[in-house]
């Protein structure tokens, strides 16, 4: 059996898991099955995200494979507080996206979690 590690910084995670009280249900599940941006074979992080506004609503993202592993569990999209597509979710934050993904030929939520660390 294959060990599998989180790749996201352990400070998003305690951030994400302080937000939503322990509980990915309290957050929201973006999906992404549109994408314009090369998928990674090397990235584990690309994929679907879950995603919670951070104090100052800035969004603190959570991939969803990584989840999987930190709860021990499938992340099920119908248990969340509400599924968007990454479309949508990006133009809800396309402020916060254009301060942060300054990259035009990377995804633009891989670079926001680089930026969250």
Same mark, same amino acid.
């Given at each position: 059996?294959?060990?599998? !590690?989180?790749?996201?910084?352990?400070?998003i &995670? +305690?951030?994400?898991?302080?937000?939503?009280?322990?509980?990915?249900?309290? *957050?929201?599940?973006i999906?992404?099955?549109?994408?314009?941006?090369?998928?990674?074979?090397?990235?584990?992080?690309?994929?679907?995200?879950?995603?919670?506004?951070?104090? !100052?609503g800035?969004?603190?993202?959570?991939? &969803? +494979?990584?989840?999987?592993?930190?709860?021990?569990r499938?992340?099920?999209? *119908?248990?969340?507080?509400?599924?968007?597509s990454?479309?949508?979710?990006?133009?809800l934050?396309?402020?916060?996206?254009?301060?942060?993904?300054?990259?035009?030929?990377?995804?633009?939520?891989?670079?926001?979690?680089?930026?969250?660390?």
């Amino acid at each position: 059996m294959k060990k599998v !590690h989180c790749q996201t910084d352990v400070d998003i &995670v +305690q951030t994400f898991l302080r937000l939503t009280e322990n509980n990915w249900r309290n *957050s929201m599940y973006i999906e992404c099955r549109v994408c314009k941006f090369p998928r990674s074979p090397v990235c584990a992080n690309c994929a679907d995200f879950l995603c919670i506004p951070g104090e !100052h609503g800035e969004p603190v993202m959570l991939p &969803v +494979q990584e989840a999987d592993i930190i709860f021990h569990r499938l992340i099920d999209k *119908s248990e969340c507080l509400l599924v968007i597509s990454n479309v949508v979710f990006r133009d809800l934050y396309s402020n916060y996206f254009r301060r942060v993904a300054n990259k035009s030929g990377e995804c633009p939520f891989l670079q926001a979690l680089k930026h969250e660390k």
